[in-house]
Antibody, heavy 125, light 107 residues
Framework: QVQLVQSGAEVKKPGASVKVSCKASGYPFTRNAMHWVRQAPGQRLEWMGW????????KYSQKFQGRVTITRDTSATTAYMELTSLRSEDTAVYYC??????????????????WGKGTTVTVSS | DIQMTQSPSSLSASVGDRVTITCRAS??????LNWYQQKPGKAPKILINVASSFQSGVPSRFSGSGSGTDFTLTISSLQPEDFATYYCQQSYSTPWTFGQGTKVEIK
């Protein structure tokens, strides 16, 4: 079955970096984009960016531009999200999510149909 | 960025009730609107995409409607397993954005 398995919880000090992995299985990895979404305690979901798993092209939210890097290793069918210069406000659960496309007429509609279980990142001195 | 606003932020309802959640976008997003269900400590689960298309395995009591800026998620007869938080999300343009969530609680 299609699944995304994320790496384990992390505790980091302010100013450090964190790299979260997301291993995909059960589908052709390069066929779908992979998105990263985070959720701080009690907050709404927040989109961080995505990677085209086929060609490696990326797009990031302006909020995280310069601090986030999303990469992938096609041989390992794994996507990665690295966030640098961590601060306490980055404490959150980080999710990877596969994007799928539905074609309606000439228009493509995208949605996140498979999610990892989440990786808790705690930033504390 | 496109702002997504849901109402209400929370509601109390009984099993069997009809529940309606609305989502408004700050600009037209055509039908690029998805609905997710999230239970405590779990990842979100897609319910509806393209405003009104069911996902495989989602009970038929869930339905979505709308286009442009105004959208609705309806649960026709609330079941015990439906108590959760529901989020709308636009995929019309990046950054993709979510509503603040609607928490459906037991009355």
């Amino acid at each position: 079955q299609v699944q995304l398995v994320q790496s384990g919880a992390e505790v980091k000090k302010p100013g450090a970096s964190v790299k979260v992995s997301c291993k995909a299985s059960g589908y052709p990895f390069t066929r779908n984009a992979m998105h990263w979404v985070r959720q701080a305690p009690g907050q709404r979901l927040e989109w961080m960016g995505w990677i085209n798993a086929g060609n490696g092209n990326t797009k990031y939210s302006q909020k995280f531009q310069g601090r986030v890097t999303i990469t992938r290793d096609t041989s390992a069918t794994t996507a990665y999200m690295e966030l640098t210069s961590l601060r306490s406000e980055d404490t959150a659960v980080y999710y990877c999510a596969r994007a799928s496309r539905q074609l309606v007429g000439d228009f493509s509609y995208f949605y996140m149909d498979v999610w990892g279980k989440g990786t808790t990142v705690t930033v504390s001195s | 960025d496109i702002q997504m606003t849901q109402s209400p932020s929370s509601l109390s309802a009984s099993v069997g009730d009809r529940v309606t959640i609305t989502c408004r976008a700050s600009q037209s997003i055509s039908s690029s609107l998805n609905w997710y269900q999230q239970k405590p400590g779990k990842a979100p689960k897609i319910l509806i995409n393209v405003a009104s298309s069911f996902q495989s395995g989602v009970p038929s009591r869930f339905s979505g409607s709308g286009s442009g800026t105004d959208f609705t998620l309806t649960i026709s007869s609330l079941q015990p397993e439906d108590f959760a938080t529901y989020y709308c999300q636009q995929s019309y343009s990046t950054p993709w954005t979510f509503g603040q969530g609607t928490k459906v609680e037991i009355k």
